[in-house]
């Protein structure tokens, strides 16, 4: 009988030896005349246990974590039972706490299939959102996803319904679907982990995208760092036009849609909207002023719906189980789930999808397991570098985007960064201001100069030189980064400059509330 091995893809795993212990296994069974199937699925999200190995086996998966090339020959000999192993082994991987205690809509199929097989996705409820779509018309399915609550993950937060329906209601020969994949916040990785791990959501939600607006042409803008998502991706986007799912006549009916992968050029900037716009048309990626805005005037002049990964794979969830299922996970405005990544000096890093409403002490302590160097965490900023810091006395916030917002915070794409007690908030609030001078796109004079000058103040604060009266220089001068941006970039540096200072004044050498509260 065949003995059915899972050694995921992702990233992450590859980097931690996947690739060696997936050949390993297969040049040591055939060695040892052993039956054995190794697929490669992606990961579940448990990074600090990649490379996990999963056998498949009658009670379910069991695991092995952090196996390496040298454990491989006592495995196949055992046939993949625990005596085998009995240090690494996890036991059935279902039943592993972090993954049982999530609430799993997007990832649900994560780690559990073949990426660029259709044909276990479909076996594992892909396409069943597509299949309500084929069956309603584009008004329709823009009120079930507006209904549902869904808003964007890539960091604004703004209604999805609300975009899509500007799209419909525009008047155009030719309208676009855009997914920004160019993700490059610090600390994030669930956009890639999709791509890599379950590809044919993403292609699923940019189609009932595509359907809901009478698109015909959709953009992947992809992170040029992400050359496994390329490969993968590009991959399944061949599958699913060789089995009906893009292209004319999408299964038998009368609306076409495909899609094109493009790398992207490698600035932060161009994670921005309008600058990605620019980017997708061949030219420098400099922010556009709005309006108009992309959904009546975007890629080419044309009306174009722009979202994210996680944004388009929520989608397929919503058509295949109605608004008011998604809307029963999550608080308030802050309906459904959102993937929420753990890194930094966390103890167990990964991806956790949870409904909002999960508190921050949840997270780091119940699935990170506190720092990973054992000492007290001080902070953690949400948002990527653009995120606001949040000390520890702040830890019990329920990740809710009115929350967050009220507390002067943000959630941004959901990536969590983790600081223990050794951290210098000084040197965080300079390395805003530096990250921001160097990836200004250069186009308004408060992000390009503003940022320069805030990196030099900062350094005055920290050598000693008029402190409080550089304090309140700063103070001003993230005022007019805040209000005179052009963009979110300069826009929103006021965020970590300013709860650094505010939280931590001690670190700066200043008094406390020497400064306003945090922007």
């Known amino acids: 009988m065949t ?164 799209v419909l209601n525009c008047q155009a020969d030719q309208k676009y679907i855009v997914c920004n994949a160019d993700e490059g916040d610090s600390g994030t990785f669930s956009d890639r982990m999709t791509m890599e791990g379950d590809p044919f959501a993403l292609i699923e939600g940019m189609t009932i995208a595509a359907f809901a607006v009478h698109a015909t042409k959709g953009y992947l803008y992809l992170r040029s760092e992400y050359p496994h998502a390329e490969e993968v991706f590009n991959e399944a986007l061949e599958v699913a036009r060789d089995k009906g799912y893009l292209g004319k006549n999408i299964r038998g009916g009368e609306r076409s849609f495909d899609i094109e992968l493009r790398r992207a050029a490698g600035a932060y900037i161009c994670g921005e909207e309008t600058s990605l716009l620019e980017s997708l048309e061949g030219k420098r990626g400099l922010v556009r002023a709005k309006p108009p805005l992309p959904a009546i005037s975007g890629l080419f002049g044309q009306p174009t719906v722009v979202n994210n990964v996680i944004t388009f794979s929520s989608v397929p969830f919503i058509l295949a189980n109605g608004a008011s299922a998604y809307k029963n996970y999550g608080m308030g405005r802050s309906t459904g789930t959102l993937p929420i990544q753990l890194a930094g000096n966390i103890k167990q890093g990964g991806l956790v999808e949870k409904a909002f409403g999960v508190t921050l002490n949840e997270l780091l302590y119940d699935f990170g397991g506190g720092s990973a160097s054992g000492k007290p965490i001080r902070t953690v900023q949400i948002g990527g570098p653009l995120g606001a810091y949040i000390p520890e006395k702040d830890f019990d916030l329920k990740l809710d985007y009115e929350t967050f917002a009220a507390a002067g915070a943000m959630i941004g794409h959901g990536g969590i960064v983790v600081f223990d007690e050794t951290v210098n908030m000084a040197s965080m609030a300079r390395f805003a201001m530096e990250f921001c001078a160097i990836e200004s796109c250069g186009k308004c004079t408060p992000c390009r100069i503003g940022s320069t000058r805030g990196m030099e103040t900062i350094d005055k604060i920290m050598s000693g030189e008029n402190r409080s009266e550089n304090a309140e220089l700063i103070e001003t001068l993230c005022d007019t980064m805040l209000h005179g941006s052009l963009c979110a970039l300069g826009g929103m540096i006021p965020y970590p400059v300013m709860s650094a200072i505010k939280h931590f004044p001690e670190d700066f050498c200043l008094e406390p509330h020497a400064t306003m509260a945090a922007a």
Do not use: H
């Open 3 to 166: 003995t059915k091995i899972y050694i995921p893809r992702d990233s992450s795993a590859i980097g931690l030896g996947a690739d060696m212990v997936a050949d390993q296994v297969s040049r040591v069974s055939e060695s040892m005349n052993q039956d054995i199937e190794v697929v490669r699925n992606g990961s579940r999200g448990l990074i600090w246990m990649e490379p996990l190995l999963e056998v498949e086996t009658e009670s379910g998966r069991t695991g092995f974590a952090n196996v390496n090339t040298t454990d491989v020959e006592g495995l196949v000999k055992s046939n993949f039972i625990e005596a085998g192993l009995r240090a690494k082994s996890v036991g059935l991987v279902d039943e592993i706490p972090y993954l049982k205690n999530q609430e799993r809509l997007c990832f649900v199929r994560n780690g559990i299939t073949d990426p660029t097989s259709i044909e276990d996705y479909i076996e594992n409820g892909g396409f069943n959102g597509l299949s309500s779509a084929l069956e309603l018309d584009a008004r329709s399915i823009v009120d079930i996803v507006t209904e549902s609550g869904l808003r964007g993950r890539g960091g604004a937060a703004f209604p999805t319904g609300i975009k899509w329906n500007t």
